[in-house]
């Protein structure tokens, strides 16, 4: 298995434009989970979704952001327009579902590292 | 809201010495993960704790979460080179409706000099 693939790895941009971070989950996944991560504030939950459907976004900064899951294997957090405090590494996780077996745990992907200038 | 507090922040031992992060949450926990974030990395899943009182061990790892299942720790006896990054916990709150949501403590950065 790849495990969780997130496109593009970095991304630099200017102030004002429109950025669109990608994410495939785990085949079989239910859950897919975008994070924010920076020094400031650490890692903190944007948004996930079970199934496709948004369950909880209330970790979503403003109506800049926005994310899609339009089916099973691919996930869209787009900014837009996109602004200098929104630099930092984002990440998808992806979680199976809950099994007598499974810990539940988060497969996490690479990470986007994302600049805006 | 739920808050998962962590400490120390940052972390720096000799090569062999003992290291021990610590966890805090407002709430009660159903469950705590750990997770392990090597530098330019992305967290990695360890652990998940979900019993009061119950401690695992992987190895040189040992994990306990607390009697009132709001506190965890993680000590590692004797680190090497390669327990170098951030430790993370993460709890999953009690609350309906948050099965899926961790909460994840503000790591502790551990350096092993040499």
């Known amino acids: 298995d790849a495990g969780v693939i997130q496109s593009p790895r970095h991304e630099v941009t200017e102030m004002g434009q429109e950025v669109t971070l990608r994410c495939k989950p785990i085949s079989g996944h239910d859950y897919l989970f975008w994070y924010r991560q920076t020094m400031m504030r650490g890692l903190e939950l944007l948004i996930y979704?079970?199934?496709?459907?948004?369950?909880?976004d209330s970790g979503m900064p403003e109506d800049r952001f926005s994310a899609k899951m339009p089916n099973a294997s691919f996930s869209t957090l787009k900014i837009q327009p996109s602004e200098p405090r929104d630099s930092a590494v984002y990440f998808c996780?992806?979680?199976?579902?809950?099994?007598?077996?499974?810990?539940?745990?988060?497969?996490f992907g690479p990470g986007t590292r994302l600049t805006v200038l | 809201g739920q808050q998962v507090m962590q400490i120390p922040q940052y972390q720096h031992v000799q090569e062999g010495e003992d290291f021990t992060t610590y966890c805090n949450s407002s709430?009660?926990?159903?469950?705590i993960q750990w997770y392990k974030q090597r530098p330019g990395g992305h967290p990695v899943f360890l652990i998940q704790?979900?019993?009061?009182?119950e401690v695992k061990k992987q190895k040189r790892l040992t994990f306990q979460f607390g009697e009132a299942k709001k506190n965890s720790s993680l000590h590692i006896t004797a680190t090497q080179t390669t327990d170098v990054g951030t430790y993370f916990c993460?709890?999953?709150?009690?609350?309906?409706?948050?099965?899926?949501?961790?909460?994840f403590g503000s790591g502790t950065q551990l350096t092993v000099l040499p």
């Open positions: 709430t009660t926990l159903s469950n």
């Open positions: 704790l979900v019993k009061s009182g």
């Open positions: 996780a992806s979680s199976p579902r809950r099994t007598e077996s499974s810990y539940n745990e988060q497969f």
């Open positions: 993460a709890g999953r709150s009690t609350r309906r409706g948050s099965a899926r949501q961790l909460t």
């Open positions: 979704f079970n199934n496709n459907v948004p369950i909880d």
